[in-house]
């Protein structure tokens, strides 16, 4: 089954680009493909390129060079991703040895520094991971994502487990160390609000396509998608009268991708559906600067203008 | 509205052994919190603040170890017999639809269970089972029922088994809903279906509902009421548009901010980690984080001992706005 359907997507150094979408649409098995952590047998076609070259195609060594010390993952759950019974330390230590050259001559020195970036003690290093809170651990998981300075960092619902308060100081920080050391940041989240808090640009995917992108205020505050404008009243202002005992929603539930309606994915569910929806499922047109958006309701007034 | 409360909380403590011979733990540190008929309440706080302790006891699935919860003006005993019929009243609903759901139980057996557990008092005005259970599910929106009755947790979306758990709660007619977090699990585009429900619930059967949430949007879009909650104690309580649209308590102005504007320039972060209530700080047990400590605000206006050394004291409860900080004693309030 499609779990991605032709998704184009471009992230420049020191940019932030956030991929927002409900469970089920792609979202994670598209970051998971840029790095080539997909099951074996799955299908994927295209190209990723990393600085120009080819993730799909390079060869197993070079593409273990390149993750971790050109491209590195955060997960959600930083319970899972560290070792339990490890010291924190020496998990952050294991890429460097491997992968950089950025250990120098003193690794300890680099792991010290490390968690001082990301807001811990250095003595943080000679913690196991379960003495550690959620945030704690998600701030280890960051150091590690940063070890071997990498290029790009892909961090897939980096805060989703965390309370406001952590979630926004875990942002303020991956915000601050991705624009001090010029990283492009590739951010996964089902929260809107989450990213656009974040992110210089947002891109919007529903079952498997993206359905609208562009500069991610403008997005989130002038939705041209009705599902963008569904997620974004998801999470209401809050003072703002219309959303008072209001709460915004779409009926129906996201689409099983191994039986997509005909036309657009979206029409079922869609609250502007019009005659023709069913017939054709739109391309992302463009709809302003710097913005597309796939929705028969924007179709560029000349054709061929995209 | 009524003037009394169906479900109220006086004076709740409810304590735990510390680990390894520590502290004991406050989870619940003197609470005054009511709910009236066909009332929403939300009850908003990070996790370990005690939120979720303070739901259970309200629900008698907790002893508290001091204070007492009231059920329509009469206080909880807490013998088996009043419990069994306490819960029929008063209906808890958990976050995780998928977690609360037996996945061999059919969505029929998931609502009926609760039925059979209490038997014929639980069948009000309907004769038989079968009727009572669809009429709970169609409550729930999940129409026409007898569609889901053969249907299996694994066949239903999120926003569906959440239904089913609503539908489950809903079969035995209670009075109060207690819902823990009841659409932190399900997708964004559901989520807003989700406490539409709870709103129609209300509306059409004057249930009341105490909603446990981190989220403020959550309270904005559907409560009446809200209360803050911070280690152990209600810090601030009121009406959702007095509350959240001008905030008095620095620890709600901080939880507004982020909920507002995210990791965004505006948000008044709060460094360091939500705090143990096994070392609940002296004084105000806000103040060691208080940006009003730290931007010099508090010592201005003269209450920085007071912050460091005085406990502002537990909140009333009721219905109307109050707050528990030095920078807003109740005398400027009467006034």
Known sequence: MPALRGVELAVEAGQKVGIAGE???????????????????TEVTGRVRLDGEDVLTMGWGRLRAVRWAAASIVFQGAMHSLNPVRRVGAQILEPILVHGEGGGADPGRRVARLLEDVGLAASAAEAYPHQLSGGQRQRVMIAMALACSPRLVVADEPTSALDVMVQAQILRLVDRLVTDQGIGLVMISHDLSVLTSTCDRLVVMYAG????????????????HPYTAALAAAHPRIGDRASRRNPGGLPGDPPDVERLPE?????????????????????????????????????????GAG | MSAEPILSARGLHVTFPGRRGGQPARAVDGVNLDVHPSEILALVGESGCGKTTLARTLMGLERPSAGEVRFGGVALDYSTRSLRAYRRRVQLVLQDPTGSLNPRHSVYEAVAEGLRIHGAEAFGSFGDEEAKVADALSRAGLRPPERFFRRYPHELSGGQRQRVVIAGALVLDPRVIVADEPVASLDASVRGEILKLLLALREDSGLSALVVTHDLGLAWNVADRVAVMYLGRIVETGPVETILRSPRHPYTQALLSVASAGAGSAAVILGGEPPD????PSGCRFHPRCPALGSGVAAAAGVEPACRAVDPGALPGGREAAVACHLFPPLVERL
């Open chain 1, 263 to 303: 036309g657009c994915s979206f029409r079922p569910r869609c609250p502007v559906a019009v005659a023709g929806c069913e017939l054709v499922d739109p391309p992302l047109w463009p709809a302003g600067a710097g913005r597309r958006v796939a929705c028969i309701h924007v179709r560029p007034v000349e054709p």
């Open chain 1, 209 to 224: 396509r993206i359905v609208e992108e562009g500069p991610a205020g403008e997005v989130f505050t002038a939705p041209r």
């Open chain 1, 23 to 41: 469970s089920g649409c792609g979202k994670s098995t598209l970051a998971l493909s840029l790095l080539r952590l997909l099951p074996p047998g």
């Open chain 2, 277 to 280: 209530p096994a070392r609940i």
